[in-house]
């Protein structure tokens, strides 16, 4: 294995390198008064893989330091992290948790006495239950509630931050939550599929008003993409693929830019969006400061008429798999971000997340994870000399951390966690980040 053959100096002056994490999958929500999130009740009700939840996780809570000199050491220039909305509002209204408001508050302190800079998203996917109970998502008010929950972060912490993210992947938070039942709360059901994915909109709409109100700081939101490709060399393929792509990558893309819905996708979804719906786009489109780029894979995709409407069905090809048996196919982040900087015109690009899952230990091979990060770094730098307004790209993740619905045995991070004793141990693709990003 060669390494990482880019390096820092190959980048623009400006471009910034970080990685990221979420509170729900790193920071042991069982305490520091934190409340219940939906995914607690997933687990419970066996949604994730042997019940395994984010109680404990990596126990950030109290290792941040430890954590933080990891970011640091790395040379990174930025740190990505999410607040959770449980422990902050335990009820998700109401009454706030001031230990969990401090916590972030040093956090961010924490961040800044190492001049690494904070990159805050509000929404990392850890709904407090009590919203979820009174229907999560599929509740326009629980857009609202995120609107008072984002006010309360920003008066405490936002002054300090690098650039605001309202969500991160709605599409995970909607589609492939309330659709295909892969994450919490865990349901197949269209109706509540269709509510989710206006609601979230709303709810960043919400959210970009706290921001504003709370000074200039760049605010934006964090969108996922996946290539799409046709499964076969046929007119119905194609079609199912250009479906899939209207649902996963251009409903909310072309609803924050044009104040619009994808035609094809609103033929079968327009009669289960909320009720006046129509009424909230032009909210939802106000400009935002940059947009945030989540990219990881690929799918092959072909109709199935024994499924329910979209009648879709993915598959995987003939590339290199993860462990989580998702293909590598580095070309795809060139191809998205030369295909949205034509869309959003000068808007700045950030890749947000990008990185594998492996199921190593400390003392196995890391090359497949250094192969990942070399080939995707090429493809930036295709893009930068493409004239793509790109600006950071930020490496998913620091840790290893609960994967969740696959729990704990799928390991994103640049760091070994062993969770029976929370040691952190580099791997051998932190030591080939940090020389690339020393060079």
Not at 98 to 110: I, P
Not at 232 to 240: F, G, I, P, V, W
Not at 292 to 316: A, E, F, M
Request: glycine share 10%; charged share 25%; aromatic share 10%.
């Amino acid at each position: 294995m060669s390494g990482i053959s880019w390096s820092r100096s190959d980048f623009p002056e400006d471009f910034r390198f970080g990685t990221a994490t979420s509170s729900y999958q790193i920071e042991g929500n069982a305490k520091g008064g934190c409340g219940p999130s939906h995914w607690d009740a997933f687990a419970r009700d066996g949604g994730t893989l042997r019940g395994e939840d984010g109680s404990v996780a990596c126990d950030h809570l109290n290792r941040w330091r430890e954590d933080l000199d990891l970011v640091s050491q790395a040379g990174f220039d930025g740190y990505r992290f999410s607040v959770a909305w449980p422990r902050v509002q335990p009820a998700g209204s109401g009454q706030v948790n001031r230990e969990g408001l401090d916590f972030y508050d040093a956090l961010v302190d924490g961040l800044l006495a190492r001049n690494v800079e904070p990159h805050l998203t509000l929404y990392h996917w850890d709904l407090p239950l009590p919203l979820a109970e009174k229907g999560g998502w599929t509740n326009r008010d629980t857009a609202k509630r995120f609107g008072d929950f984002t006010e309360i972060v920003m008066d405490r912490i936002g002054d300090r931050m690098a650039s605001v993210a309202t969500i991160n992947e709605p599409w995970c938070v909607a589609w492939l939550s309330h659709f295909e039942g892969h994450h919490a709360p865990g349901l197949t059901d269209i109706g509540a599929a269709g509510k989710a994915m206006h609601n979230i909109l709303l709810a960043h709409a919400h959210g970009l008003d706290a921001i504003r109100a709370h000074g200039d700081r760049p605010a934006g939101i964090v969108l996922n993409f996946e290539a799409a490709l046709p499964a076969r060399a046929n007119d119905k393929s194609e079609t199912a693929a250009d479906l899939y792509d209207g649902i996963y990558n251009r409903w909310f893309l072309q609803a924050l830019t044009t104040g619009t819905y994808p035609e094809a996708v609103l033929e079968g979804l327009e009669s289960h969006l909320p009720q006046g719906w129509q009424d909230d786009m032009a909210k939802i489109a106000r400009p935002i400061d940059w947009l945030g780029i989540n990219y990881y894979t690929r799918s092959l995709v072909d109709r199935d008429d024994t499924l329910p409407w979209p009648h879709l069905k993915t598959s995987r090809g003939e590339l290199e798999r993860t462990a989580t048996d998702w293909e590598i196919y580095p070309e795809g982040i060139h191809q998205f971000l030369t295909r949205i900087a034509e869309q959003t015109g000068d808007l700045p690009l950030h890749v947000t997340e990008n990185g594998l899952a492996t199921n190593e230990r400390p003392d196995q091979s890391d090359d497949q994870r250094i192969r990942y990060l070399d080939q995707h770094g090429e493809q930036l730098l295709r893009a930068i000399a493409d004239d793509v307004p790109l600006h950071s790209y930020f490496i998913w993740s620091l840790l290893d951390n609960f994967e969740w619905a696959l729990g704990y045995d799928m390991r994103f991070g640049l760091t070994h966690v062993d969770f029976d004793t929370q040691a952190r141990t580099p791997k051998a693709s932190y030591g080939e980040v940090r020389d690339a990003l020393s060079r």
